[in-house]
């Protein structure tokens, strides 16, 4: 199961959209700046200040392509990348630029036609690829018509040769493609694979640690877990809050097991489970502290809350019926104190189970606190 949001996967779906569109941005920037070198050999045959106009022409439709994928209007589209528009806009600039070159530079240059095909390698769909591998080599094709049109001598041994070439380049090129295709979907589908397996051992380390943390039989969280929890808690506790702490135990329960037997004990105990989390708050902390007794931890209380908090709870558990028994008389009793910062857990549970004895001591049935060290 994916922890990552709708809104994170298409921000970084954006910020990869970008790195490709920096890729091929400095593709232009190379072939500008060989033109520039071209030209500054004597290879350029048109007037000078067209290298710029070209430029300023390019920069324009990169920033198209730039305040598209800024928008985020393409990610809904098959090809967010727009990789084939992209592939064809190159082309098309290359082959407006080595018109105005001699014939050695153009053959020099003849290796962008099959580089730029490979920005969509692996984005590009087979046909969608074939389709830009023609498109470059028709390019080239023209380039050679235009040349021939203009009446200037072009030996046919080098450009029938410089066409084969560039031929079975982009033949091997798409060929190449399908084993690279085949190599990243296996990678994929291994990386999908890992990714369901990890899922899977994310999802058995929480059944582990639940199963670390709970009790079996009342479903609350045990000991352990609670003393860790109270813990932490007591640690991020400001002067501005307190925190109240009661040890619950249920009246009677030695002589409910040895009447009716331990099955029905452990009934009594689910019903205490059920009627707690009835009674209790969402964040306030119930545990299983041992045998029929329990503790818990109420955030952020005054006296008077924590006081009302296990007057219910008591009210609401001596009138349950637990199921499939006949129980008169369920009780519980309740020490209660509060935590308060600079106060310690293992002071403050000592002062509880001493209200918890004054509680048993007068009858129980009934709920007793002891606020010495809380300044009260």
Known sequence: MSTTSPRHEQDARRRLLLKRFAMASAIYAMTFLLILVAAAIGHYQAPIHMIPIGGALII?????????????RNLKAKDPCRTEVQVLVGLAWLTYFLVDLSLEAQATLLVFYVLIPLFGILQLRPWAF??????????????VLWETSRGEPVPPGPVILQLLTLAGALLWLCLFRRHIQATYQRMRQ??????AHQNTLRGMMRQLEDLAATDELTGMY????????????LANLTPDRQLGLALIDLDHFKRIND?????????VLQTFAAVAKACLREGDVLARYGGEEFVLLLLNVDIDQIAVCCERLREAFAVASPVGMRLSDLSLSIGMTLLQDGDTLQLALERADQALYRAKRNGRNRCEASWESAGV
């Open 60 to 72: 324009a439709s990169q920033l198209g392509f730039l305040l598209l994928f800024r928008s985020g």
């Open 130 to 143: 074939v389709r830009c591998c023609g498109y470059a080599f028709l390019c080239f094709s023209l380039l």
């Open 190 to 195: 291994k990386r999908n694979d890992l990714l």
């Open 222 to 233: 045990n000991r352990r877990y609670f003393m860790r929890l109270a813990e932490t808690e």
């Open 259 to 267: 009447l009716h037997g331990h099955a029905a004990g452990d009934r």
